[in-house]
C-alpha cells in the first residue's frame, strides 16, 4: 500500500485538489503525508541558487520561504487532512529537481500533484513540473487534471490499465489495484485491462498485403490479445483483494495514445462504461527511453481529463535499455516516456 505520500503544493487552489486524495490514500493505508513547497530559483533550470555573500538577493527568497511554511503549516492543521500523520517541508532550488530529492529524503512511495495539461501555466506545478516528474520519478506519480474529475470515494472507482502484452507495462496493475482499493466502499471498484494492439499493416512491408490477409493478421492478433488477457486476469484473480474485480477488453488502434484517450472518455465503447482514472507504466515492450515521435504516456498525460498514475517499472529504473540501430519499425514499444 501507499504508506508515503508527497504532495509538492505551491500556495494555489489547483495545486490543493491534491490534498483530499492524498488524504483518502493515507487513511485507507494508514500512511503519511509529507506536504513539501519549492521557492523556485531565479534561474529554473540551472544549479541550485547560491546567495550573494553580502545578503542582497536573499531578502526576497527568505520572505517567500516563510510564507510557504506558513501556509505548508496552516494546510497541514486543516480539516481535510484530519487525523492524517503530516509532515511539511520547504526548499529553495529549481522545482522539479528538489520534488526528486523530496521523494528521496521521504522515502516517498506515492505522489499526488496537480496539472493543467498542455495550455495555460501559471505557476510551477501546473506546467511542465509534472511531465518532468512523471518522466524521471522512481514512484507512482498520480497527476490530477486542472479540467478533470478528482477522485472520491462516494462510489466504486473504474480504473483503466492500458497494456501491450509487455512484463514492463504490467507494472502499473499493482500500483492502480492499490489506488482502486484505496477509494473502494461497501461494493468493489474495478479495474479494466486495455489491451491496445498497434498494427500498422498500411506501411512498410505490410503495403502490398491484401485486406483479406490484413483482416486474417488483425483477426490472430486479437485472439492472440484475448489469450493474453484471460490468462492474465487468472493469475491476478488469485492475488486480487476482494474490494477490486478485474474486467477486461481489446482494441485496434494505430495510434495508440488516441486509443487510451479515447476509450478514457465517458460513452466510450471500450467496456460501456466510464472510468474514474488511468493507470500506465513508462515503459512498454523493448524499454526504450523515448517513442520515436512523442512517448504515449505523456500524449495521455496532456490530453485526457482523468486522473493518471504514471508508474516507472523497476527494471527501468535499474538499467535504461539502449536504443539499438537495427530496430525494425513493427518492434517499437507503444508505452513509453523518458
Do not use: C
Not at 64 to 93: C, F, H, N, R
Not at 217 to 238: F, T, V
Not at 311 to 325: F, G, L, Y
Request: proline share 6%; no cysteine.
Amino acid at each position: 500500500m501507499f504508506k508515503r505520500i508527497l504532495v509538492p503544493l505551491d500556495g494555489s487552489e489547483l495545486a490543493g485538489r491534491a490534498l483530499p486524495v492524498a488524504a483518502q490514500i493515507a487513511r485507507a493505508s494508514g500512511g503519511s503525508i509529507l506536504l513539501f513547497g519549492v521557492v523556485s530559483t531565479p534561474v529554473e533550470y540551472g544549479p541550485p541558487y547560491v546567495f550573494p555573500a553580502n545578503g542582497s538577493g536573499w531578502g526576497t527568497e527568505q520572505v517567500d520561504l516563510k510564507k510557504m511554511s506558513e501556509y505548508l503549516q496552516q494546510t497541514a492543521s486543516s480539516s481535510i487532512l484530519a487525523g492524517v500523520p503530516v509532515e511539511t517541508q520547504t526548499m529553495v532550488d529549481a522545482v522539479a529537481p528538489a520534488i526528486l530529492t523530496a521523494e528521496q529524503t521521504f522515502q516517498a512511495d506515492l505522489v499526488v500533484m496537480s496539472s493543467h495539461g498542455y495550455a495555460g501555466v501559471k505557476r510551477w506545478v501546473l506546467g511542465s513540473v509534472a511531465q518532468k516528474i512523471a518522466r524521471h520519478s522512481p514512484v507512482p506519480v498520480l497527476v490530477l487534471r486542472a479540467d478533470g474529475a478528482v477522485l472520491t470515494a462516494d462510489h466504486p472507482q473504474r480504473v483503466l490499465v492500458p497494456l501491450d502484452g509487455s512484463a514492463l507495462a504490467e507494472a502499473a496493475i499493482e500500483p492502480a489495484m492499490q489506488l482502486a482499493t484505496a477509494f473502494s466502499g461497501a461494493d468493489p471498484s474495478t479495474l479494466h485491462l486495455l489491451r491496445v494492439i498497434n498494427l500498422p499493416l498500411s506501411t512498410g512491408k505490410f503495403r502490398a498485403m491484401s485486406a483479406a490477409f490484413e483482416r486474417d493478421i488483425q483477426a490472430q492478433e486479437e485472439q492472440a490479445a484475448r489469450a493474453y488477457l484471460e490468462a492474465l486476469e487468472n493469475r491476478l484473480h488469485q492475488t486480487m483483494p476482494a474490494q477490486v474485480q478485474i474486467t477486461s477488453s481489446t482494441v485496434v488502434d494505430n495510434d495508440v495514445a488516441a486509443a487510451i484517450i479515447y476509450a478514457g472518455k465517458p460513452g466510450s465503447e471500450t467496456s460501456g462504461k466510464s472510468y474514474d482514472a488511468l493507470a500506465m507504466a513508462t515503459h512498454g515492450r523493448s524499454g526504450f527511453r523515448r517513442w520515436a515521435l512523442g512517448s504515449i504516456t505523456e500524449r495521455v498525460l496532456g490530453a485526457t481529463h482523468l486522473p493518471l498514475l504514471i508508474v516507472r517499472p523497476k527494471a527501468v529504473q535499474e538499467q535504461h535499455e539502449p536504443v539499438e540501430a537495427g530496430i525494425k519499425g513493427s518492434d517499437v514499444p507503444w508505452v513509453g516516456l523518458l
